[in-house]
């Protein structure tokens, strides 16, 4: 829950200071898609080139946990 907070916040900051500094959301509507592709393409690329099998499969467990979070009894 608190993960997504945080990228609600992230994002709110971000384009909320896009818009308070003038810029059109056109724009970034427009090209968000290719953006998107390149900057995830990119790091997907980098994170495979940077960690062996294991590490992989222990990132994604690691990701199913944060995401699922804590069962407390």
């Not at 509507?29 to 992989?56: C, S, T, W, Y």
């Amino acid at each position: 829950m608190l993960g997504i907070v945080g990228i609600v916040v992230v994002f709110g900051m971000v384009f909320g200071g896009y818009k308070l500094a003038g810029g059109k959301f056109g724009i970034i509507i427009k090209a968000l898609p290719f953006e998107m592709m390149m900057i995830l393409g990119a790091a997907l690329g980098a994170f495979l080139i940077a960690n062996d099998k294991g590490g992989i499969k222990s990132t994604l467990n690691g990701l199913k946990r944060a995401f699922k979070g804590t069962t407390w009894k």
